[in-house]
């Protein structure tokens, strides 16, 4: 069995929850040969062109990075230099090409935040929430060229018993996800683990979050509009549409914090179209018609 800390594996990965895979497994003496990841974009107010948190993660640690636009054939070339014996994906946000994929021939694993088949796709995490799905799990699965398709090596289920804010979830289920891979790794390249196919007919699929998800209507269902608030809590945030009558206007509100208590949703905090975040009783007290 290969020792943990003489493992090569390169790590795809671009998002916050790529970062958390990635602490926990520096906890637990895997570190990646080579990060690749997507190239630095403009971000904030004033558009300055920066790395993302993976990148940033890996050159802390002195390990090479790739962030290519295009995983192309000058990619293939650099990631054969590393000589790695298995590639590791977490929320890259990239379909991987065969070409990538044959470098380290079904060596490539994928953390997924859901118990697969259900919730493939780009938002398992809110989707769960929004569906009040709690006993949810984690999977690691073999990468092949269709999305979240590849064969089981591994799942463990999780069971929630409130729902936190999104970020609470996705750190508790990225550090369970690298966890669980940790686990299996050295076995799974020594070829001890055995393979399970999904049971493609009971696949379930979750869709990229637009903006516009966000709305909530307060008089809908109470415990539903929790959900919603704490799902989209990190992007877009739940928001309701204001009639402001003093100026004539309707306005954006952004819900920040929330409960659920008692069968009732409780607004904490918001933050008003143009405004700075506020108690919603001062909101209400300030823009009471």
Not at 66 to 83: N, Q, R
Not at 194 to 202: I, N
Request: glycine share 4%; proline share 7%.
């Amino acid at each position: 069995m290969p020792n943990k800390t003489s493992i090569k594996f390169a790590y795809f990965g671009s998002s916050r929850l790529s970062v958390i895979v990635l602490d926990e497994l520096e906890k637990l003496a895997f570190l990646p040969t080579v990060v690749v990841t997507t190239p630095d974009k403009p971000q904030g107010r004033k558009l300055i062109v920066q790395p993302n948190v993976v990148k940033e993660w890996a050159l802390s640690k002195n390990i090479p990075v790739l962030d290519p636009a295009k995983l192309d054939d000058s990619v293939v070339e650099k990631l054969k230099g590393y000589d790695c014996q298995a590639f590791i994906v977490a929320s890259y946000g990239k379909i991987i090409p065969k070409r990538i994929l044959d470098i380290v021939p079904e060596k490539t694993l994928n953390i997924h935040p859901s118990l697969l088949p259900k919730y493939r796709g780009p938002s398992p995490l809110p989707t769960a929430m929004l569906d009040d799905a709690k006993d949810t799990g984690v999977s690691i699965m073999r990468l092949d060229e269709e999305m979240d398709h590849g064969p089981i090596v591994a799942q463990k289920p999780i069971h929630v018993n409130e729902w936190p804010t999104y970020e609470d979830f996705e750190e508790m289920m990225a550090r369970e996800g690298a966890q669980l891979l940790a686990s299996i790794l050295p076995d799974w390249i020594a070829g001890k683990v055995k393979e399970k196919a999904q049971d493609h007919s009971q696949a379930t699929y979750t869709k990229k979050i637009i903006k516009e998800d966000g709305l909530i209507d307060l008089t809908a269902d109470a415990y539903s509009n929790f959900r919603k608030i704490q799902a989209y809590h990190e992007w877009p945030k739940a928001y309701f549409i204001f009639e402001n009558k003093n100026e004539n206007k309707n306005i954006r509100v952004k819900i920040t914090q929330a409960s659920f208590k008692n069968g009732k949703l409780e607004i904490e905090k918001v933050i008003p179209e143009g405004k700075k975040e506020m108690s919603y009783k001062d909101f209400l007290s300030g823009y009471s018609n």
